[in-house]
């Protein structure tokens, strides 16, 4: 794992960015919520508006946990980032993650994998579970707000926190956080997952990813990424795509498939 200083090092050289920043308010489910709601509003420099008057996208503080929603949605429900109960508890509980255990070897070996877009967090959690120590990447300060949120509830739970301590989460750009970073924080594997244009509404996906793409668009400068990851990773890079979906930049050196999903391997 990179030393501790290091990467709050970079932290601190990654400012909110208003690129990175929809424009959507926050907002309190209650009265209990407000003085939660408001600083949240005041550190990402996002308006506090009144639940009663949102129109569109939101961040919602409703007991004590920080939800994403839009009111315009039909159907629409809000999220939140839920490690403790629904499809991640059964896959912690019944298994799971065989295709990452694969991909990024023992999870026993010296290093760390860096999730470059952590997005809602889940692969980050998986590899946890499987026993790797994680370093997860989000540049959407939104998007952040929500998987620390969703972690910090995780780690209140006893079975959890040994889970939650191998990840670090970090807000920061992969393209300035590898730039930064030097020989020795390298990290052993670096897993990408980035959000590909949509060209069919089916393509969307859940509701949760169309809510994400919704704050945090596309990912325009994926293939450059990739040029990059392969430079700092120590070991390979690991692309996880949609099964038939072509491949991010280069052919990969090879591929382990899934059911719905792939991931492409490119070697350091």
């Known amino acids: 794992m990179p030393p501790r200083r290091g990467i709050i090092g970079i932290l601190n050289r990654n400012p909110l960015r208003p690129e990175l920043m929809a424009e959507i308010p926050v907002a309190a489910a209650t009265a209990a919520d407000e003085t ?14 009144p639940v009663a008057t949102l129109s569109g996208l939101g961040l919602i503080v409703r007991d004590g946990a920080l939800e994403l ?32 255990r694969k991909v990024l070897g023992r999870p026993d070996e010296a290093g760390y994998v860096l999730d470059a877009g ?8 998986v590899m946890a579970t499987l026993g790797y120590l994680v370093v997860a990447l989000e540049r959407s300060p939104i ?16 079975e959890l926190e040994v889970v939650v301590a191998r990840i ?32 069919r509404k089916s393509a969307l996906g859940r509701l949760d990813l169309r809510l994400v793409r919704a704050v945090v668009g596309d990912d325009p ?17 690991v692309v996880k795509r949609p099964l038939r979906a072509a491949p991010l930049g280069a052919v990969p050196a090879s591929q382990i498939v899934g059911k719905s999903v792939r991931y492409d391997l490119y070697p350091a």
């Open 36 to 49: 939660r709601a408001r600083a949240l509003a005041a550190e990402l420099r996002l308006p506090y508006e």
């Open 69 to 100: 929603f839009d009111s315009r949605a039909r159907g629409s429900h809000p999220m939140r980032v839920d490690f403790v109960s629904g499809k991640l508890r059964h896959r912690r509980l019944h298994g799971g993650g065989e295709l990452l």
């Open 118 to 125: 952590a997005g809602l967090g889940a692969d980050s959690f």
């Open 143 to 158: 998007i952040h707000a929500l998987l620390a949120d969703g972690l910090a509830r995780a780690g209140r739970e006893p």
């Open 168 to 199: 670090k989460l970090v807000r920061a750009d992969a393209l300035e956080f590898l730039g930064a970073i030097s020989d020795q924080q390298r990290p052993r594997v670096i897993h990408l997952d980035p959000m590909y244009p949509s060209r």
């Open 221 to 237: 400068d994926a293939n450059e990424l990739l040029a990059v990851a392969r430079q700092q990773a120590k070991k390979r890079v």
